[in-house]
């Protein structure tokens, strides 16, 4: 069944704004609001955690947390310790993170889809419960297994642009997240790398695709956000606008693309409660559409 998330942007919005847009999220209905670990901003293990607390239904997606900046042991606590405390409320994502922020910290990867090939298995098999001994080139575990698993392991989500890193995605990953600016074109040929790559690994049950999709509600709402897309061919094909009706029926093609969850990047700075408005009710739309 087709989801929609919200986005809680970290460049137009400051975190003293963030409560106020996680309380309306919650309160108009909006299933999961999205966060993501840009250097040097927000972490976003500690804004989950408070904004889980700060809710009772709201999910929380961390679409990513770049794998450089921390050992793989370290992330699995992170998520295994949010997760205990607000069971299936997670979905936790990594990825390579921005090259040129990692060199600033000294953490840049040489080979970013080797640590991906590495870190995220080690990932999905100390959050199963398993004890992890491997030894690669970027991630060395001993003996490694966590003293308090999640009673029930989330899905771990990898950020993917790239045709190898998409089709790595599918490899070894849960679940795919997709940045904005795509056409459904574009966004159908990455869904289909990424599934095709996942059948190839002989992997069972479903991979999970994210899509961020520029989104704009109200007056000007195609001007702002065509803008947002910036100059890339066909703006007005990467991106939705309108009333929450409006809004709805143009995610369709994204879906009928092979997304699992459309999750709205709101077009320039907004009213957070305003824009959680407009994407609760987009949600509703969908769901009552049945999304398929």
């Known amino acids: 069944m087709a989801r ?3 986005i809680f942007n970290p460049y137009t919005h400051g975190p003293d704004e963030f409560r106020d847009a996680v309380l309306a999220a919650e309160r108009e209905g909006v ?23 700060w809710t009772e239904r709201l999910r929380i ?6 794998m450089p900046l921390r050992n793989v042991a370290a992330t699995a606590m992170e998520i295994a310790t949010v997760e205990r405390l607000f069971p299936g409320r997670l979905l936790p ?23 991906m090939r590495e870190y995220v298995p080690a990932l999905q098999g100390l959050l199963a419960g398993e004890q992890v001994d491997t030894a690669g080139r970027y991630v060395t575990l001993e003996s490694v297994r966590l003293d308090y698993p999640p009673e029930s392991a989330p899905f771990v989500y990898a950020a993917a642009e790239g045709p190898k890193t998409l089709r790595l995605s599918g490899e070894v990953a849960d679940g795919t997240v997709l940045d904005s600016g795509h056409t459904a074109d574009e966004v159908r040929a990455a869904v289909a790398a990424v599934r095709g790559a996942r059948a190839e690994s002989g992997r069972a049950g479903r991979h999970d695709v994210v899509a961020y999709v520029v989104t704009a509600f109200g007056s000007d709402a195609e001007a702002r ?5 910036g100059d890339k061919p066909d703006p007005e ?15 369709r ?7 699992d969850d459309a999750v709205l990047l709101p077009a320039s700075r907004v009213d957070v409660r305003e824009f ?6 987009v949600a509703r739309l969908v769901g009552a559409d049945g999304g398929d």
């Open 4 to 6: 929609i998330g919200a």
């Open 31 to 53: 299933p999961e609001l999205w966060i993501w670990e840009d250097c040097f901003r927000t972490s976003a293990f500690a804004a989950a955690a408070a904004a889980l607390a």
């Open 61 to 66: 997606g961390i679409g990513i947390a770049p």
């Open 93 to 115: 994502g990594v990825g390579h993170g921005v090259l040129p922020w990692m060199g600033q910290v000294g953490a840049r990867a040489a080979s970013p889809l080797t640590l």
């Open 225 to 229: 956000a065509v803008a947002d897309v």
């Open 237 to 251: 094909r990467r991106a939705v606008w309108g009333e929450p009706a409006e809004v709805a029926d143009r995610l």
């Open 253 to 259: 093609a994204f879906f009928d693309a092979g997304v």
């Open 276 to 281: 959680a408005a407009g994407a609760g009710e």
